[in-house]
């Protein structure tokens, strides 16, 4: 018996705490304060859960908190709206770059791709020359 929440299929071998967590939205501590709302034991394996668990689980996650999709869209409409209005943050994002204040001399490969433009990066190793 696969469980579902939000669409998304739950693994069944794993502690239910740590299963939330695969829902988007969803990190440890927001899954702890469902399964203490829900009243479910955090130390429970999915597979372990009855009926009336998963579907209180399911109404509280569905109901009370914005997950998965209906997240993700308002996260990029967000980040449009920052575009639009031409903010600093707007523009950082346009420009693939960090937008909370990191340094960028070093360290900003995550957000601008790991491309290396120095002087050595393309270079072939001594040992094997192309001939």
């Excluded at 009243?39 to 429970?44: F, L, P, Q, R, S």
């Excluded at 109901?63 to 980040?79: A, C, M, T, Y």
């Excluded at 960090?98 to 601008?112: I, M």
């Amino acid at each position: 018996m696969a469980v579902r929440i939000a669409g998304i299929n739950i693994p069944n071998e794993k502690r239910i705490e740590i299963a939330l967590t695969y829902i988007y939205g969803i990190g440890r501590t927001r899954a702890n304060k469902i399964l203490a709302e829900a009243k479910v034991n955090a130390d429970i394996r999915v597979k372990d859960l009855k009926e009336e668990d998963v579907n209180r689980l399911r109404e509280i996650v569905e109901k009370k908190f914005i997950v998965e999709g209906d997240l993700r869209r308002e996260i990029q409409s967000n980040i449009k709206r920052l575009k639009e209005i031409n903010s600093w943050r707007g523009l950082r994002h346009s420009r693939h770059l960090p937008v909370r204040g990191q340094r960028t001399k070093t360290n900003s490969r995550t957000v601008r791709g790991n491309k290396r433009l120095t002087m050595g990066s393309g270079k072939s190793k001594a040992g094997l020359q192309k001939t």
